[in-house]
């Protein structure tokens, strides 16, 4: 069964860090893609970032130079450290992987395997 979990939110002044983490189990971290998801209240989840076995990374353009995703096989983690944090960046950060393959450019029904969510606030 495949389960990601993650860890790293929470309450953070504006210009500051925060490392957020997915831990994933029960799939083969061969040919794979995780990607990072905010929901905002009443707003569809929109994607982040998005780490591909194949492709590399990708982001969305309100976090580029910004966030940083990265990847530790060894932990079977994904990591995305965001900097410079802003008050629109607070949401829900979601991790998510499709049930195979490794393409980050599919839509949000790509990816099937969701996280349990961590908050991101960021005060002004």
């Known amino acids: 069964e495949v389960q990601l979990v993650e860890s790293g939110g929470g309450l953070v002044q504006a210009g500051g860090s925060l490392r957020l983490s997915c831990a994933a189990s029960?799939?083969?971290?061969?040919?794979?893609?995780i990607g990072w998801f905010r929901q905002y209240p009443g707003k569809e989840r929109e994607g982040v970032s998005c780490?591909?076995?194949?492709?590399?990374?990708s982001y969305a353009n309100s976090v580029k130079g910004r966030f940083t995703i990265s990847h530790d096989n060894a932990k079977n983690t994904v990591y995305l450290q965001m900097n410079s944090l802003k008050p629109e960046d607070t949401a829900v950060y979601y991790c998510?992987?499709?049930?195979?393959?490794?393409?980050?450019?599919?839509?949000?029904?790509?990816?099937?395997?969701w996280g349990q969510g961590t908050q991101v606030t960021v005060s002004s």
């Open positions: 998510a992987a499709p049930a195979y393959g490794s393409d980050c450019r599919k839509g949000l029904n790509y990816f099937v395997y």
């Open positions: 029960g799939f083969i971290f061969d040919d794979y893609a």
């Open positions: 780490f591909s076995s194949i492709d590399g990374t």
